[in-house]
């Protein structure tokens, strides 16, 4: 099993650039979520979803999109990125959704270096 | 709402001696709560993880957790700290509204 895939690993982009960050997984896991790490503040919530059509804000949403098509993909798009949003990013997934159990671990995408400059 | 507290950024132990990394949670509804590690450069694994099941929970590499109700307490315990054992851990509380949160993390430095 893949589990989760994300990509690029590194990206470097200039203030103003758009880019997409692409997260699937292969789990057929209802819920996927979006996460920021800066230094000292552990990881943040930046997107949800807990199914298919269905996605919310986390903790830190300003400057991010999110859309949820397929069970599969969940892509992370920066509209005019912002040195502010410098940071690692992990995607992750588990089952058990907003019905679901909550006793699953996550399972996490290998993150992606993201500057920008 | 529900939030988590590491209690120290730091933690600095001698090769062989125990470990303590202290967390504190709040949740308005029962949570399930998870320890996480990472080394550098690395993603994050899971260390343990607790369910309403026993309160004294066992987890890979010799750490173990113990959940404490009346104090809202998750730490993380293991007897005898090894060079490897140095990385950022997490402590994770997730509800049944499928969100999880992170405390900011505490950096465990192990000197031999």
């Known amino acids: 099993n893949a589990g989760v895939t994300q990509t690029p690993k590194f990206q470097v982009l200039k203030t103003g650039q758009s880019m997409t960050l692409q997260c699937a997984q292969d789990?057929?896991?209802?819920?996927m979520s979006w996460y920021r790490q800066d230094p000292g503040m552990g990881l943040r919530l930046i997107h949800y979803?807990?199914?298919?059509?269905?996605?919310d804000q986390g903790e830190v949403p300003n400057g991010y999109n999110v859309s949820r098509s397929t069970t599969e993909d969940f892509p992370l798009r920066l509209l005019s990125a912002a040195p502010s949003q410098t940071s690692v990013y992990f995607c992750?997934?588990?089952?058990?959704?907003?019905?679901?159990?909550?006793?699953?671990?996550?399972?996490f995408g290998s993150g992606t270096q993201l500057s920008v400059l | 709402a529900q939030s988590v507290t590491q209690l120290d950024s730091h933690v600095s132990v001698s090769e062989g001696t125990p470990v303590l990394l202290r967390c504190n949670y709040s949740?308005?509804?029962?949570?399930?709560l998870f320890w996480y590690v990472q080394h550098p450069n690395k993603g994050l694994q899971l260390l343990l993880k607790?369910?309403?099941?026993?309160?004294l929970v066992k987890g890979i590499n010799g750490f173990e957790a113990e959940f404490k109700k009346s104090e809202t307490s998750f730490h993380l315990t293991k007897p005898s700290a090894h060079m490897s054992d140095a990385a950022e851990y997490f402590c994770?509380?997730?509800?049944?509204?499928?969100?999880?949160?992170f405390g900011d993390g505490t950096t465990l430095t192990v000197k031999p």
């Open positions: 992750a997934s588990t089952s058990g959704g907003l019905q679901g159990a909550t006793n699953e671990k996550l399972f």
């Open positions: 789990m057929n896991h209802e819920y």
């Open positions: 979803s807990v199914g298919a059509g269905i996605t």
């Open positions: 949740s308005s509804y029962s949570p399930s």
């Open positions: 607790y369910t309403s099941a026993a309160t």
């Open positions: 994770v509380v997730r509800t049944n509204a499928g969100k999880s949160t």
